[in-house]
């Protein structure tokens, strides 16, 4: 009998009403079950709605919290 390298290979093993059977890629789930995509290419300006999560809105509100903390402690040490 052969054995094919395929049949050895390990499996995806994602819980859908019967386990996924599929061969698994390097990431240990099947192409069905998010093997292939890593998603969305940075700046990917097709996908852009509103910025509230990009990194520079991100950094900015970062920023902002740590000026506030600041005001903070001044606050409190002048207290």
Do not use: D, W
Request: aromatic share 6%; charged share 25%.
């Amino acid at each position: 009998m052969q054995s094919f390298q395929m049949h050895s290979s390990p499996r995806c093993g994602a819980r859908t009403a019967n386990p996924c059977k599929s061969p698994a890629m390097p990431n240990g789930r099947c192409r069905l079950h998010g093997g292939k995509s890593p998603g969305a290419p940075k700046g990917n300006s097709n996908a852009f709605k509103h910025g509230r999560y990009s990194a520079e809105a991100m950094a900015g509100r970062r920023r902002f919290r740590q000026l506030l903390a600041e005001i903070n402690e001044t606050i409190e040490a002048v207290e």
